[in-house]
């Protein structure tokens, strides 16, 4: 197994429903990964998440073999579970949808932490809160 | 689908912005890192690693649904974050194709030897009369290493070929996709035993032994591994794990064991084959593919 990395490709899924479909057909198999073989193992491993996007990172190796990990949901995914709506705003700067308050803000950000490399909170707070404007979404920081 | 090749005016943290790439729309993020080699990292587990590996970088490429425009992706990007000079480097729709079909053509049947070595989807050629008769072989391309594609799988497969003469008890130390155990089983071991750190690794193999319908093949986990005095030893890994193997090599082996290492590069060779002539092996051959090598020798 002298593997050498050729490739790492993070990809946005559903939950125990991958299939060769986009994204992972066009994202995986321009480097030749068996992709059904991907979608078996992914479908395996997040059956229990079913009804969540869960992220993979997928490393790729020089053989076509590839290992994966898995990450927690975009932050527009948790925002949208926390808030309970279906999608964000279609003019974020004119129709607000919802308001994330102080605690709400962390408590993504704690989620988020351990995919950001990072043991700073204010840089995952800034994520969330840039997503949370770009959907249609009001920070309120007083409550 | 729209795939967009993006650069940054200097590196970035991959973790941070993958995940604005993806809080943002982007279906999937992919890096490009080539000047950075990962040896060292992949001999522990993948979740370890991930924190370790490609950290920063300046060109991704992103997959965007059809419904949004790279300009505007960028632009939600700028308004929420400190990202406002990257540039698109290029952009391409994604034509709609049967992506199994394309992977598959991707894997060829590979002959290595007498060995065959093909994917499930593969049919095995009809005998043809006055050529030595091949060994048929199924790996189904997955989560282990060891696809026939990679120099160092190709030298071990060659090795056992010349090695075996029917009846030994092998280990195979990094089993990976179990290939290097199915080989021995077909040409005659009596008996196989994989290790693999890697769980994925080892229900790879387990799929890939029933494809090929052999039952004297057996995978560990390094704690479960059995002790064992074996005839031959082969270890297709890295380096440094190869250095720490030595010991435990020489306490499952007996006077006449005939041992291969491989998964290092050529200028590694030397300082491998001295700490295992301190435990007692004597090398013979070294082959060589590419950069990669593969040493053999005996136990005396």
Known sequence: ?143 | MISVMLEFPHPVQVQVVSEWFMSLGACAVEVFNSKVETEYPQYTKAEELNTSLWTSCRTFRVLLPHDVSPEDFLMSLASVSKWNQIKILNKVVVEETDWVERVRDNFRPITIGRLYVRCPWHLFPEPSRGKNELVDMIIHPGMGFGTGEHATTRLCLRWLQRTIQGGEKLLDYGSGSGILCIAASQLGCELCHGVEIDLDSIRNAEENKSLNGISNISFFQPMEAPSFCYDIIIANILFHPLVDLAEKFSQCSRIGTRIALSGILYDQAEILKETYEDVGFRFEDTMIENEWCLITGTKI
Do not use: R
């Open chain 1, 1 to 143: 197994m002298s593997k050498k990395l050729i490739s790492v490709v993070k990809l946005a899924l559903p939950a125990g429903k991958a299939t060769p479909a986009p994204p992972v057909g066009p994202a995986l198999g321009q480097h030749g990964v068996n992709i059904v073989m991907f979608c078996k193992e992914y479908n395996a491993k997040t059956s229990d998440k079913i009804g969540l996007i869960i992220p993979a990172e997928i490393y790729i190796y020089e053989d076509k073999s590839f290992n994966f990990i898995l990450k927690t949901p975009p932050v527009s995914e948790l925002i949208k579970k926390l808030l309970n709506i279906n999608k964000g705003s279609d003019k974020c700067n004119q129709n607000k949808i919802g308001t994330l308050n102080y605690n709400q803000l962390l408590e993504i950000a704690n989620i988020k932490m351990p995919d950001l490399n990072t043991n700073n909170i204010s840089q995952a707070i800034k994520i969330v809160e840039g997503t949370a404007k770009n959907m249609g979404i009001v920070i309120d920081k007083s409550k």
